[in-house]
């Protein structure tokens, strides 16, 4: 069991945006890098609307070194925001002091944040940097998982390869660490 002072590591997240975004995917992945190539406990749940594309989506991560006995964010520590509409629906969802990744192009705020860590990633514009929109959830997951710091972005690579198609992975991955590079 791993900890941290004598305090067991427990990190409740909520990645949200709209549907077609890859906030589910970015969960998906990074469940099963906690628990495949970092040692860890993780849960994972998700939610979207009916339809695909542009209604709310969102994916839940508990990660844990011990026994996670409730399977829901209920207060998250880390919320990546990609929309503005995700931003909004979950805010209020945060925990005081916790960390809000957003994308500073697409959530323009008037709330006072200054009771959170915020950190802002300009994964759209990045990825259209890239050459290809759809790595924006790539980017923001290379974010969070260095500023979790619970394991190696080579896990999160690793996942990468379990899941995500050959014809894909080297541009997922080159997001993946662009992001990392940015926090």
Same mark, same amino acid.
């Given at each position: 069991m791993s900890? %941290?002072?004598?305090?067991?590591?427990?990190? %409740? &997240?909520r990645i949200a945006g709209t549907g077609g975004m890859g906030a589910v995917?970015?969960? @998906?992945?990074?469940?099963?890098?906690?628990?495949?190539?970092?040692?860890?406990?993780?849960?994972?749940?998700q939610s979207y609307g009916s339809e695909a594309r542009g209604t709310a989506a969102k994916s839940e991560v508990i990660i844990s070194d011990s026994s996670i006995n409730y399977p829901k964010v209920r207060k998250s520590d880390i919320l990546v925001?990609?929309?503005?509409?995700?931003?909004?629906?979950? &805010?209020?969802d945060s925990k005081p002091r916790? &960390?809000?990744?957003?994308?500073p192009d697409l959530v323009h705020h008037d709330d006072n944040l200054e009771d959170y860590n915020v950190i802002g990633i300009p994964?759209?514009?990045?990825?259209?940097?890239?050459? @290809?929109?759809?790595?924006?959830?790539?980017?923001?997951?290379?974010?969070?998982?260095? /500023?979790? /710091?619970?394991?190696?972005l080579e896990a999160l %690579?690793?996942?990468?390869?379990? &899941?995500?198609?050959?014809?894909?992975l080297e541009i997922d991955i080159k997001a993946l660490r662009k992001g990392a590079s940015l926090v």
């Open positions: 900890e %941290e002072g004598g305090i067991i590591i427990r990190k %409740e &997240i995917l970015a969960g @998906v992945i990074l469940g099963h890098a906690a628990v495949v190539y970092g040692g860890l406990n993780a849960v994972q749940s925001a990609m929309s503005k509409s995700a931003f909004d629906a979950y &805010i209020n916790s &960390i809000i990744i957003l994308d994964a759209m514009r990045v990825a259209d940097d890239l050459g @290809v929109r759809l790595v924006s959830n790539m980017i923001m997951l290379g974010a969070l998982v260095k /500023n979790l /710091n619970l394991f190696p %690579e690793k996942a990468l390869e379990d &899941i995500v198609s050959q014809k894909h």
